[in-house]
């Protein structure tokens, strides 16, 4: 396939272009920067890499596309990041600390901090998101007792829920970012929220590979729970995790989660996601300039638009947009 059909299809993030280049040096060079200090050769011709990319605040969401037919890349001690990689096509085989990993269009990939990787391609087209360290780690520390080497957690199957709601989160993202009139761009806020439900749902893969690495779940009391639901309260419209709600409490998230099952009868959550809709709902009650239902949405950390107008439906009997709608009638 010639580089300038390749190019001509109009892939994810395609206006967010950092390097577009059939010269093996100059894409070298670049990705040295961009990804991780690395030795590559490449075998065939023609050579081609376009690389797309756009700032979440501490994270990045990239779509990578490659025309070489065959190439290596050798790397030595990972950077301070988590990675996790989903194929439109193509294939890695991939040697992490020694142990072999697939990945492919059926797949994901993930890489931590620390590791050695080798990595031989085809062709391939990638989405992935990149996460940094300290914020991983603080996170997996209030989710697990211990986690295992990331190489024994690289299999990400897109048949596991929540890879496959990352996936599908992540596309979404950067279908958006590919918008000029994209929410994403012109709201920190909403990118934000993004990115700490990004994190939620990464560390949410992690527990699906490694289910028995759960901390040791204390009783909280009726004060606690309610400490959480204050600050929860406050901070409506911040970027909010299971995690963040758990370190409120000094807690485990597991005991947390068990709290509110056993004392509110859903997730810690679950309890946020009403408070939110709640809140959406007199957001779109009071109407005025500039106010839509995505505006809304998105501002409270519902980046589904679908999934949101169907929660609303069953929270308060009608559509979002017909909150807004009689809203403006009483307004007019």
């Not at 994901?108 to 901090?113: D, I, M, R």
């Not at 940094?132 to 080497?149: D, E, I, K, N, T």
């Not at 590979?209 to 009783?219: L, N, T």
């Not at 309610?226 to 000094?250: C, H, K, S, Y």
């Amino acid at each position: 396939m010639a580089l300038e059909s390749f190019w001509r299809k109009r892939p994810l993030l395609s206006n967010h272009v950092m390097l577009r280049t059939a010269d093996y040096d100059e894409a070298h060079a670049f990705v040295d920067c961009v990804w991780e200090k690395h030795k590559s050769t490449f075998r065939g011709a023609p050579y081609g890499l376009s690389w797309s990319q756009v700032d979440l605040g501490r994270s990045a969401l990239s779509y990578v596309e490659t025309e070489a037919p065959e190439y290596s890349v050798c790397d030595g001690s990972l950077i301070d990041v988590y990675r996790m990689g989903f194929h439109d096509s193509g294939r890695m085989d991939q040697r992490i600390n020694g142990k072999h990993v697939a990945s492919t269009p059926e797949q994901a990939f993930l890489h931590g901090p620390g590791q050695h990787l080798v990595v031989e391609s085809k062709p391939f087209r990638v989405l992935s998101i990149a996460l940094p360290g300290p914020q991983v780690r603080q996170a997996l520390s209030r989710r697990f007792a211990s986690v295992p080497p990331f190489e024994t957690l690289a299999e990400m199957p897109l048949g596991n829920p929540a890879v496959q709601t990352l996936s599908s989160l992540c596309r979404w993202a950067a279908a958006e970012f590919g918008r000029p009139d994209s929410m994403l761009s012109a709201s920190p806020r909403s990118c934000a929220s993004l990115e700490r439900t990004i994190l939620s749902l990464f560390i949410d893969c992690l527990a699906e590979r490694h289910p028995d690495a759960g901390q040791r779940a204390p009783d909280l009391g009726h004060a606690q729970v309610r400490l959480v639901e204050q600050w929860m309260e406050a901070n409506l419209t911040e970027p909010i995790g299971v995690e963040d709600l758990a370190a409120v409490a000094d807690v485990s998230v597991r005991s947390l989660q068990l709290a509110f099952r056993r004392l509110r009868g859903c997730t810690p959550m679950q309890a946020l996601m009403r408070r939110r809709l709640d809140l959406a709902r007199v957001l779109l009650e009071q109407g005025g300039f500039g106010v839509s239902v995505t505006a809304v949405a998105m501002q409270l950390g519902f980046f589904n638009l679908g999934r949101f107008s169907a929660r609303y439906r069953q929270a308060f009997g009608e559509s979002p947009s017909a909150t807004l709608q009689r809203s403006r009638g009483r307004a007019g």
